[in-house]
């Protein structure tokens, strides 16, 4: 599984951004695939998860009802789709993906994951 992220960039405060990550194999290899943040001396933190067989998407407190992510079998493409954007959402966004069964309450752990991909920057600031 290969896993490419694109669509950081600068945004100003309340803006949206849609990230993608596109992978390889993902449809017949992942079982869960999330994204992750890492801001700079922060350590990494859950953003989201989707399972890809299921669709059933869990999000971090800190993005509930702001952020969604989906997944595209067809195109095997996961997204994060960012509104209402903060300067606290500043960081490098990696998306991951676990191959065996991961109950919800660890899909939260970084750890967790099998694979990841190289991050895209997102930078919200006026």
């Known amino acids: 599984v290969k896993l490419v992220e694109s669509g950081g960039d600068l945004v100003q405060p309340g803006g949206s951004l849609k990230l993608s990550c596109a992978g390889s194999?993902?449809?017949?290899?992942?079982?869960?695939m999330g994204w992750f943040r890492q801001a700079p001396g922060k350590e990494r933190e859950f953003v989201a998860s989707?399972?890809?067989?299921?669709?059933?998407?869990h999000y971090a407190d800190a993005v509930k009802g702001r952020f969604t992510v989906s997944r595209d079998n067809a195109k095997n493409t996961l997204n994060l789709q960012m509104n209402s954007l903060k300067p606290e959402d500043t960081a490098v966004y990696l998306c991951?993906?676990?191959?065996?069964?991961?109950?919800?309450?660890?899909?939260?752990?970084?750890?967790?994951?099998?694979?990841w991909g190289q991050g895209t920057q997102v930078t919200v600031s006026s």
């Open positions: 989707i399972t890809w067989i299921a669709d059933d998407d």
């Open positions: 991951a993906a676990r191959v065996q069964f991961l109950p919800t309450n660890v899909q939260h752990v970084w750890q967790e994951y099998d694979y």
């Open positions: 194999g993902l449809t017949s290899n992942a079982y869960v």
